[in-house]
């Protein structure tokens, strides 16, 4: 390898590991929306050129993580309410679906599991009420409830659509401080549906309705601002 391919190597190596680091701190909420990444600033961080945290940078745009603005720079991308809009309402059915073609296959321990979990998301609320951490044991919830849809269709489609709701933000419940509550409350619901044999029509209903309504609640708020 030429000295020139070497170092492109490792450059390309830097920029790696910052598009990762970057990537990370917006997902998980330690940089909200609006929050300027400044090159400079972000080089020293990270003890690199700026030349890898452009290209970094330039990655989280493309993705649509990042938004540059002239005479502004990047800034991390708030919520598309329309995206949002419409990836809750697809997650809706598909969950509500895969939910209930799963019940037949739901054991008591997997049930056990989604319980505890539920439990875990009810112990956060309150002062310190983390809103990051309530959204990734809520997806771990929803995730361990259609695992066992024997549509592989299906759960293909799902995991696309959650994938595509961690792109679009980190957490809803940010602008939600009286969700949680009632979310977990719908949790409950569901779980006793599913360990009282309820109809599949009933379990689908029940899943959907309470995604909808999170979604409402988040539309009720913006729709304030």
Request: glycine share 4%; net charge negative; charged share 25%.
């Amino acid at each position: 390898m030429t000295d020139t391919a070497a170092a492109g190597a490792r450059a390309l190596s830097k920029s790696e590991t910052v598009y990762r680091q970057l990537r990370e701190r917006i997902l998980t909420g330690r940089y909200s929306a609006g929050y300027r990444l400044v090159l400079d600033q972000l080089a020293r961080e990270f003890t690199v050129s700026p030349v890898p945290v452009r290209e970094a940078i330039r990655r989280l745009e493309a993705e649509g993580l990042v938004t540059f603005t002239q005479n502004v720079g990047a800034e991390v991308t708030g919520i598309d309410t329309a995206d949002y809009t419409d990836t809750m309402q697809v997650l809706a059915y598909l969950e509500g679906a895969a939910t209930a073609l799963a019940a037949p296959h739901l054991d008591s321990t997997r049930l056990d599991e989604a319980a505890a979990l539920n439990e875990r998301m009810r112990a956060l609320h309150g002062s310190d009420f983390n809103p990051v951490r309530f959204t990734e044991l809520n997806k771990q919830f929803h995730r361990l409830l259609c695992a066992p849809c024997p549509n592989r269709h299906l759960l293909d489609l799902l995991d696309r659509e959650w994938h595509r709701m961690s792109l679009i933000r980190r957490s809803s419940f940010t602008f939600l401080p009286t969700r949680p509550a009632a979310s977990v409350d719908e949790h409950e619901h569901v779980l006793d549906l599913l360990r009282g044999g309820a109809s599949a029509d009933e379990i689908e209903q029940a899943t959907r309705a309470h995604t909808l309504r999170t979604m409402n609640a988040y539309l009720d708020v913006t729709q304030r601002w």
